[in-house]
Each structure stands twice: as structure tokens, then as C-alpha cells.
């Protein structure tokens, strides 16, 4: 028998367009299965609705439950060491060309067996779903060769088995060149990773293709090939663009109608009004450029102007961005980047929603899914106001909470 039920006496921030958070005072949600049947003020319920089983929320806030657009919480090992030599001085480049950075942690990628870095990973995605998280995006890019890639994929689809969570995977091959191919990138892209992409796509393993194109990874003509490839077959591009300098990498993926740019503190302004032509949204990761301690700031005013939509993300991973809390992730937003609460509200369920091509969630509406999360907050600006706190309720995950 389909679940049908009402929560009641709740603050909705709905997340639709017209006014901030789609705020509804004193509002209901009718779910009917795993869906949103109706939703709105009390005294306007539906008559067909009024004799289903109900929840009291006391006028707690609901929220469209929070989506993490983009991690790495599937890896080996840890980078604490690394974490030291950069507070000694070292900077990111250099911890990466003395053989550290990325290729520290594919090496212990690759020693970890699947059920590993599934273990290793549920700590981190437990840590997302108590803060109210519904939907992970997990890339892959820790392996660098077919058979680790492919193993980290098959360890993030089997997250969802698990954990009552949603998880999207992306295909991240083009993220540093392995040690075996150091100074041919070319021949790694052709000879290793189009075919690892290849075969997870044969084997449903990817929703997504990724890349980091920049001056210690890979040049947009490498980042070109793979994107050319994932079309072919029918996968959608994101990529990690203008981190640390300009290469135009946000402009090439906006030429290919990707789903997001990401990081993006050098983009600039042809930049920004290519993304928004494209409808690419920017994904923006504080917590890397808090760890690096970067001074170069994402232009926001910019995403403002040509009004392209901002999403943000924890970019959980164990070297730059060692972070598993989306409510800090929104805090910083606000503060380091002059986002307001509510576009950093936004950037993490409709626009995060927008950022992974996904259209069924980050917004509360009828015939989305039930995705939700209960606070112990009236007001959504408490979201992203309070440092280390986390005021979860109640969770809601496909109409169960």
C-alpha cells in the first residue's frame, strides 16, 4: 500500500523561483510514496488530503534535502603529512611536483580493494547524510589507470546500497598524470583513460565525465579528447577549471554544454558570460580555497551579472579539501565569497540539483521526490549563520525518515 502522509505546522523553504527560499509560513507537504503531492499554505490544503495520517513539525523549517554537487570521498589512505608541509611553506604546486598532492593518494588508492575504500569511505558519507544531504556526487580520479578507476566507481555505486542516500558518479580519469605516464599526458589520455571511461560507461558505472584542466594537470587540447569521447557517448561534462590560473578551461566547457565549471577563482569575464550562454552552472568549492589559504576570490559579482547560477560543494577530498560538512560549506560561501544566505541556500539543493543534471529534487514541489530535511530552526538564514552547529530534526528520504 502507497505511504501517504502530511507534515504540518512547518516553515517551507521551497526553493522555487519568486521570492527569497520560496518561503511558506505555516505551510504542508502532502507525500505520496516517494513523492511530493502537494504543497502549500494549511488553510489551502486540498479537501482529498485532510483525512491522511499527519505530522506536527511546530513550525520547524523544511528544507528541499541538501545535495553535495561535488566530492571525492572515495580514495585510499589520508594527507595529513601534506597538510603540514603546506603550513611549513610548501605551496600546493610544490607538494604536487615533489611527487605528493594526487599521486600520494593514487598510490594508496590503488593498494585498497573495493570493500576499502567502501569502508573507509561511509565515515565521511554518514558524516554529509547527519547534516541533512540526500544526494553525493562521488567522482573517481584517485586510481589513474583502468582497473582502480573502475574499482572506485563500482565502491560509490555501492554507497546507495548501504546508506539511505542518493549518489551520483562521475568518471574522473583526467585528473593528474599517473606516474608511469609522468611528462605524456597525451599518451595517457589515448592509452588509458578514454578506454577506463569507455568501460565504465559499458558497465553503468558513470553518470558523468569530469577533468581538472590546469598547469599542473591537463592542457584543454587533452582536456578536448576526453570531453570529444564522453559525447560519443552520451555522457555529460563537468570540469575542474580556472583553480589556479586561466587556461580557458570554463570557456571549453561551456563550448560543450557542460553541466558545471568548478572551482573557478581565475575565471574571468568571458568566462562567466560563456557559462552563462551555455547554461553551466558554477560550482564553487570554499573549502579548497580555504585550506590553501588562496587569495583569489571567484567572481561572483560577475555570476551575479550574467546571472549564472551558483552551486556550492564540500570537494571532499584528502588532500586540499579534507571537509564533510555542507552546513560549514555554506557558512563559508557567505563568508569568503559574499554569497547571501540565500544563494548559498540555494547552491546547495536547487542549483546543486542543476549542477549534476538532475531535475526530480532541490526543490520542494509536487512530483519531485520527498527528499527533505527537518530543522530546528525557523528561519533559513540560520543555515548558513551558525559555524559547527548542526540543528538537524529529521531527515526525509524518499518519503521515510
Not at 25 to 50: C, F, L, M, N
Request: charged share 20%.
Amino acid at each position: 500500500m502507497t505511504k501517504k502522509l502530511v507534515l504540518q505546522s512547518a516553515n517551507i523553504a521551497t526553493m522555487q523561483d519568486g521570492k527569497p527560499y520560496g518561503l511558506i509560513r505555516s505551510g504542508s507537504i502532502a507525500i505520496e510514496g516517494e513523492h511530493i503531492a502537494w504543497v502549500g499554505e494549511t488553510t489551502d490544503e486540498p479537501k482529498q488530503y485532510r483525512d491522511w495520517p499527519r505530522d506536527d513539525f511546530g513550525e520547524r523549517l523544511i528544507s528541499p534535502g541538501l545535495i553535495d554537487a561535488h566530492t571525492h570521498v572515495i580514495y585510499g589512505g589520508n594527507r595529513a603529512r601534506e597538510f603540514e608541509m603546506r603550513l611549513n611553506g610548501a605551496t600546493y604546486e610544490e607538494v604536487a611536483r615533489a611527487g605528493g598532492g594526487i599521486l600520494s593518494t593514487v598510490k594508496a588508492t590503488r593498494s585498497a580493494t573495493e570493500d576499502d575504500l567502501l569502508t573507509d569511505a561511509l565515515p565521511r558519507v554518514d558524516a554529509l547524510i547527519a547534516e541533512g544531504v540526500t544526494c553525493i556526487e562521488v567522482k573517481s580520479g584517485y586510481g589513474l589507470d583502468k582497473e582502480t578507476e573502475l574499482r572506485m566507481l563500482r565502491a560509490a555505486r555501492r554507497i546507495q546500497q548501504v546508506r539511505p542516500v542518493r549518489i551520483k558518479t562521475t568518471f574522473l580519469g583526467a585528473h593528474a598524470i599517473p606516474p608511469e605516464y609522468s611528462g605524456n599526458g597525451d599518451a595517457y589520455i589515448a592509452e588509458s583513460c578514454i578506454p577506463a571511461m569507455q568501460e565504465a560507461y559499458d558497465e553503468g558505472l558513470v553518470d558523468a565525465v569530469d577533468g581538472f584542466c590546469e598547469t599542473i594537470a591537463f592542457t584543454p587540447e587533452q582536456i578536448t579528447h576526453v570531453f570529444e569521447e564522453a559525447l560519443k557517448i552520451g555522457l555529460p561534462i563537468k570540469l575542474h577549471a580556472e583553480q589556479l590560473s586561466n587556461l580557458g578551461g570554463a570557456t571549453l566547457a561551456a563550448s560543450y554544454g557542460a553541466l558545471s565549471a568548478d572551482h573557478l577563482e581565475y575565471l574571468d569575464e568571458d568566462g562567466v558570460s560563456a557559462m552563462a550562454r551555455a547554461g553551466t552552472v558554477a560550482m564553487l568549492l570554499p573549502g579548497a580555497f580555504y585550506t590553501l589559504r588562496e587569495t583569489q576570490y571567484p567572481p561572483v559579482e560577475l555570476f551575479r551579472k550574467y546571472k549564472v547560477p551558483m552551486a556550492l560543494a564540500t570537494d571532499c577530498n584528502p588532500g586540499s579539501s579534507p571537509l564533510t560538512s555542507l552546513l560549514l560549506v555554506m557558512n563559508m560561501g557567505c563568508t569568503l565569497f559574499r554569497m547571501t544566505p540565500s544563494e548559498a541556500m540555494a547552491a546547495v539543493t536547487r542549483n546543486a540539483a542543476l549542477g549534476l543534471g538532475i531535475m526530480d529534487t532541490g526543490v520542494i514541489a509536487p512530483g519531485n521526490r520527498a527528499d527533505l530535511a527537518v530543522w530546528d530552526v525557523t528561519d533559513p538564514a540560520e543555515l548558513s549563520y551558525r559555524v559547527g552547529f548542526n540543528p538537524l530534526h529529521k531527515r526525509i528520504f524518499g518519503g521515510y525518515g
